[in-house]
T-cell receptor, first 112, second 112 residues
């Protein structure tokens, strides 16, 4: 059972456009929702994270939108740049210390 | 400040061989994790530890063992390597359950 579903699997966006990646979760015990960015040959790095008591969080060009009733959250990358080309993972964590549950990832390509 | 360091970066094992993947962190983090990343599958939790002397199973622990004798080190042991263990392995650490997870650069393991 996949607890965090991520879409699309791959995405091509023109430079300057908006990149949107969506995730849906099933377990209502999740209370922390981070997004990770991964470049080839590197480990994932935290990009931005949100908790379910807020509906939106913005950091620079990156915004998380969170819909608790729909159990969905999304990452928006404004003014997408070629340097944003990477794999993006959404994740979720529930109470306790048992780590993160990851989506399958989105391979994002920003075309110049 | 090196963060999370994993060794080796690459390794080829024959079926039935054993090896230890090393992970060390210099951030004095209490929580440490091992994940495996398979193509198109996101990251899955193998084992985790909330402190020295304490370890627990994650989603996919079969075929692996861990120990946590110090705060800094969290080695992952493969006793009888199988082709299904071909993967990229990531170690991560957090100060506590509510803070950012820092990942190492990964170990790419191939079992032939």
């Amino acid at each position: 059972q996949q607890q965090v579903k991520q879409s699309p699997q791959s995405l091509i966006v023109q430079k300057g456009g908006i990149s949107i990646i969506n995730c849906a979760y099933e377990n209502t015990a999740f209370d922390y929702f981070p997004w990770y960015q991964q470049f080839p040959g590197k480990g994932p790095a935290l990009l931005i994270a949100i908790r379910p008591d807020v509906s939106e969080k913005k950091e620079g060009r990156f915004t998380i939108s969170f819909n608790k009733s729909a159990k969905q959250f999304s990452l928006h990358i404004m003014d997408s740049q070629p340097g944003d080309s990477a794999t993006y993972f959404c994740a979720a964590r529930k109470g306790g210390a048992d780590g993160l549950t990851f989506g399958k990832g989105t391979h994002l390509i920003i075309q110049p | 400040n090196a963060g999370v360091t994993q060794t080796p970066k690459f390794r080829i094992l024959k079926i039935g061989q054993s090896m230890t993947l090393q992970c060390t962190q210099d951030m004095n983090h209490n929580y440490m994790y091992w994940y495996r990343q398979d193509p198109g599958m996101g990251l899955k939790l193998i084992y985790y530890s909330v402190g020295a002397g304490i370890t627990d199973k994650g989603e996919v622990p079969n075929g692996y063992n861990v120990s946590r004798s110090t705060t800094e080190d969290f080695p992952l042991r493969l006793e009888l390597a199988a082709p299904s263990q071909t993967s990229v392995y990531f170690c991560a650490s957090t100060l506590d359950r509510d803070t950012e997870a820092f990942f190492g650069q990964g170990t790419r393991l191939t079992v032939v």
